[in-house]
């Protein structure tokens, strides 16, 4: 049989291919490369779809967090708190900023920032506390903000697998500033790296568009020490296609997760995700828990079932940054049981029930 995919993406691409070609097309006419029409009509697009004024494109998405964080004053001196479950592009970012990487556990059922645990961590050096919304649901970011009590921390979300998701009717960066990433495999996905900050502030929009450029928005003219982090034409047309169709997407997922539930209810050994009181998940990663991991893992390639793991090795055991040492038993505990299951738009209900029974026979 034919092989079931982590995330299909030649089938995205059929969707919107001849969309695409023409885009390219112009782009290659207008010689766009860097910037231009396409750029700045995306910018306005994902930024209407996030429900915020200002959406500013970059390469990818740890410049995206990198540039966010500056944006609201992290800088050498400063501590951030982040969850030690999350990618380590979210700890990059902090320690590319300059600043201190804090982390902190997850909670044992959403596998999102433990929200205690990030408020008893903040100190005086405290600048920002990074929650990462997760598998394509988001963080209580609400319960941050209202346990700082107006202490001057910023909340800088991680936004990478959370396009379209809200909480209580929001979006990621309502209150705030969001990055995230527009990597391929993502609800939103470019055909290459590409990112974006979206943010309700004027301010700190222009500060994260000066430092992408060079530290300046007019040529030769640099106010800032910056990077060269921007969003290019062709990716921005790929962008546009598939953010016209990304609610309807993630309409397909829920519906994917949906079936999910159902097929997998009946197997004791599998702990399914959670979803959040008050969120509106949209299923970028569909994520169980399951003994034997990795023997689970091995039986369910060999049989053409496309399961991968999100994430095998908290930060602090990374050899990046294992000498800020600590144990967090949520995060540690979880990381050896945790398996992502294909879900993309496209996938069929035989592909699932496919899924759902090569997993009931690796657990047995």
């Known amino acids: 049989m034919s092989r079931i995919p982590l995330v299909d993406l030649a089938a995205a691409h059929a969707?919107?291919?001849?969309?695409?070609?023409?885009?390219?097309?112009?782009?290659?006419?207008?010689?766009?490369?860097?910037?231009?029409?396409e750029v700045a009509a995306f910018e306005q697009e994902y930024a209407a779809f996030s429900g915020l004024p200002h959406c500013v494109g970059v390469a990818?998405?740890?410049?995206?967090?990198?540039?966010?964080?500056?944006?609201?004053?992290?800088?050498?001196?400063?501590?951030?708190?982040?969850?030690?479950?999350?990618?380590?592009?979210?700890?990059?970012?902090?320690?590319?900023a300059g600043a201190a990487v804090v982390l902190v556990d997850c909670d044992p059922q959403t596998y999102l920032i433990d929200v205690e645990a990030a408020l008893a961590a903040v100190t005086p050096a405290t600048r920002a506390i990074v929650p990462v919304h997760l598998y394509g649901q988001l963080a209580p970011v609400e319960e941050l903000r209202n346990g700082l009590g107006g202490?001057?921390?910023?909340?800088?979300?991680?936004?990478a697998q959370s396009q379209g998701a809200t909480r209580h009717g929001r979006g990621s960066g309502a209150d705030g500033i969001a990055a995230t990433s527009f990597y391929p495999g993502k609800n939103l996905g470019a055909y290459g790296d590409a990112g974006a900050v979206t943010t309700a502030s004027e301010q700190w929009a222009t500060t994260v568009r000066t430092l992408g450029s060079h530290g300046g928005l007019r040529k030769y003219h640099h106010d800032l020490i910056g990077v060269n982090s921007r969003l290019d034409g062709l990716q921005a047309?790929?962008?546009?296609?598939?953010?016209?169709?990304?609610?309807?997407?993630?309409?397909?997922?829920?519906?994917?997760?949906?079936?999910?539930?159902?097929?997998?209810?009946?197997?004791?050994?599998?702990?399914?995700?959670?979803?959040?009181?008050?969120?509106?998940?949209v299923w970028h990663i569909y994520c169980v828990r399951v003994p034997r991991r990795d023997d689970v893992l091995a039986k369910l390639n060999a049989a053409g079932i496309g399961a991968?793991?999100?994430?095998?090795?908290?930060?602090?055991?990374?050899?990046?940054?294992?000498?800020?040492?600590?144990?967090?038993?949520?995060?540690?505990?979880?990381?050896?049981?945790?398996?992502?299951?294909?879900?993309?738009p496209q996938i069929t209900a035989d592909q699932q029930a496919r899924v759902a029974e090569q997993l009931a026979a690796a657990l047995r």
């Open 151 to 159: 202490r001057d921390v910023a909340i800088v979300e991680d936004a």
């Open 237 to 281: 047309v790929v962008l546009r296609a598939k953010l016209a169709r990304l609610a309807g997407w993630n309409d397909q997922r829920r519906a994917a997760a949906a079936r999910y539930h159902h097929l997998l209810a009946g197997l004791d050994d599998v702990v399914l995700p959670v979803t959040l009181e008050g969120n509106e998940h």
């Open 15 to 37: 969707e919107v291919a001849a969309e695409v070609e023409t885009g390219f097309k112009r782009v290659l006419a207008e010689t766009a490369f860097v910037g231009g029409a």
């Open 308 to 344: 991968a793991i999100h994430y095998p090795i908290p930060v602090h055991r990374t050899g990046a940054f294992a000498h800020l040492g600590g144990s967090f038993p949520h995060a540690e505990a979880v990381a050896p049981e945790l398996l992502s299951l294909p879900i993309y």
């Open 60 to 96: 990818n998405g740890t410049d995206a967090l990198e540039l966010a964080l500056r944006a609201v004053g992290v800088g050498p001196g400063a501590e951030v708190i982040l969850p030690a479950n999350t990618f380590i592009a979210t700890a990059e970012a902090v320690a590319r």
